[in-house]
Nanobody, 122 residues
Framework: QVQLLESGGGLAQAGGSLRLSCAASGRSFSYLSMAWFRQAPGKEREAVAT????????YYADSVKGRFTISRDNTENMVYLQMNSLKPEDTAVYFC???????????????WGPGTQVTVSS
């Protein structure tokens, strides 16, 4: 089993930065594909960024490209989301997710954290 726990959410002003962290428990973290999703009130959950096992490949939603950076530390079982130039539309609950698939589609992420709230004020 994989357990995920996010931290680092909070309130930020537009143009500011936040860094989200996700701690993973369980063995074989380095074999997991990892991702950050978010869900705003009244909207569907959307993928924000993904990173593969070896950090050689990542994906970003168009809405966050150039502003957010996903990274991971396989020695510490951690994944991070650095969020810069925040906008009010980035306000959402952010979820860390994991998949055992080698090349997961967005629907293949089946381990989820409880989420952390990010609120960006204008």
């Amino acid at each position: 089993q994989v357990q995920l726990l996010e931290s680092g959410g909070g309130l930020a002003q537009a143009g500011g930065s936040l860094r989200l962290s996700c701690a993973a428990s369980g063995r074989s973290f380095s074999y997991l594909s990892m991702a950050w999703f978010r869900q705003a009130p009244g909207k569907e959950r959307e993928a924000v960024a993904t990173i593969n096992r070896s950090c050689s490949s990542s994906y970003y939603a168009d809405s966050v490209k150039g502003r957010f950076t996903i990274s991971r530390d396989n020695t510490e079982n951690m994944v991070y989301l650095q969020m810069n130039s925040l906008k009010p539309e980035d306000t959402a609950v952010y979820f860390c997710a994991a998949s055992r698939a080698y090349l997961p589609g967005l629907s293949d992420y089946n381990y989820w954290g409880p989420g952390t709230q990010v609120t960006v004020s204008s």
